[in-house]
């Protein structure tokens, strides 16, 4: 039986991380598996895995955790927030000690994440070996063995960032074949890794579930799921809901997730008098968010910027049409305009509202794209999914 590890930088919540997760329980199934991960953030992955996956931690620690969430509230500009959360965790427990040790061993961290990640690399048994982040790229392109079938797996867009995608190149040129989740990011990478031995392939997220039931549409509830941040607009949907909300009163907006923004989002909605039309429900679990799913009957996104969205997929699976800006350039992937949602250019909230309110007013339409919604995640189905990575690396072991 061939042996595969996979290289992760930690199996804490995230959309990578998830990924990692639903790659190794399809593999396990044909393959010997191994997850090699840096840092060990809690005491068992926040997604399910295969007990048949082994999972190997190089460095126990949680303080990459903390020191990420240091660093988003500085990015922010949360300084108060910042010192609230230094002082909870370490000065009100007079951990004055314990900070600058801290401090310290996030200095020498990343020398030590390099040391012992080259090591594992290097003395790896695997057959092939499948890296998940960039830096994870360049590492295996040089330490991982010649007879070794090297992957890279490449989850987020380049945004237009040049120095970003410059890197992404840099880092795979060597490798053996570059997995990208959407069509577009693999004519992107083709273009630029053409001049290398590196072959770009496409096989997109899964679906790790298909609801048996769809979504009645019933309901006057609208719902979105992520990271509370920036990036993902929820302030923009917040104002799209107010205007909504004085022409359709007994409809409810559903936020499902958390993050930095959600103190300002709470402040958004207390100023605006909207606390009884808008629930934010923090972070939950698969089942609570299937529920919701369940039970909306329009799904919202305005992300600026959308690697893939796996949301979209997830809502669609339970028949519900998908309304986004086209600035999230996964939504573009999945939604067909007018098929099964809407894509709204220019990020123009005004033709948002418009198409909102046309599906909140017409339940046959939504239904009708419901319907067509639930036949569009059939490429994302775990079975083809896992007939993709099975060809691919079946194809190459036999080479």
């Known amino acids: 039986m061939k042996k595969i590890a996979i290289l992760a930088l930690h199996l804490g919540y995230g959309g990578v991380e998830k990924s990692i ?174 001049k290398y031995k590196c072959q770009c392939v496409y096989i997109p997220n899964m679906l790790d579930n298909i609801p048996k039931r769809l979504a009645p549409l019933e309901s006057k509830n609208i719902i979105s799921v992520g990271r509370l941040s920036t990036e993902k607009g929820y302030i923009d949907l917040l104002k799209i809901f107010k205007q909504l909300a004085k022409r359709h009163k007994d409809w409810h907006l559903d936020i499902i997730g958390d993050g930095p923004e959600r103190d300002k989002l709470e402040e958004y909605i207390k100023t605006r008098q909207l606390e009884d039309k808008v629930t934010l429900h923090g972070f939950r679990s698969k089942d609570y968010i299937d529920k919701m799913l369940h039970q909306a009957s329009l799904y919202v996104m305005t992300s600026l910027t959308e690697s893939f969205g796996i949301v979209l997929l997830e809502a669609m699976s339970h028949g519900i049409p998908c309304v986004a800006f086209s600035s999230a350039e996964g939504a573009r992937e999945i939604i067909s305009s007018g098929k099964n949602g809407y894509l709204i250019k220019n990020r123009n909230a005004s033709a948002m509202i418009k198409k909102i309110e046309d599906l909140m007013k017409k339940e046959d339409v939504r239904k009708q794209m419901g319907k067509e919604a639930r036949k569009s995640i059939k490429q994302y189905t775990k079975e083809v999914v896992q007939e993709d990575w099975y060809n691919l690396l079946e194809k190459k072991v036999k080479r």
């Open 21 to 194: 997760a639903a790659l190794a329980n399809i593999l396990c199934e044909k393959y010997k598996v191994e997850i090699i991960c840096i840092y060990k953030l809690y005491d068992k992955p926040a997604f399910t895995i295969d007990e048949r996956v082994k999972i190997t931690y190089l460095i126990d620690s949680d303080l990459p955790v903390r020191v990420a969430s240091y660093k988003t509230l500085l990015f922010h500009g949360h300084f108060i927030k910042l010192a609230k959360k230094l002082t909870t965790d370490y000065f009100s427990k007079l951990k004055i000690v314990s900070f600058f040790k801290d401090g310290l061993s996030g200095i020498f961290m990343y020398p030590k994440r390099f040391s012992v990640m080259k090591k594992a690399i290097s003395e790896s048994d695997a057959d092939i070996m499948i890296s998940t982040r960039t830096f994870l790229n360049e590492w295996l392109s040089v330490y991982g063995s010649q007879d070794m079938l090297k992957i890279g797996w490449e989850h987020n867009h380049h945004h237009n960032n040049e120095k970003y995608a410059v890197d992404v190149v840099r880092s795979s040129k060597n490798l053996d074949y570059f997995v990208l989740v959407s069509k577009d990011l693999k004519k992107y990478y083709a273009k630029k890794l053409r």
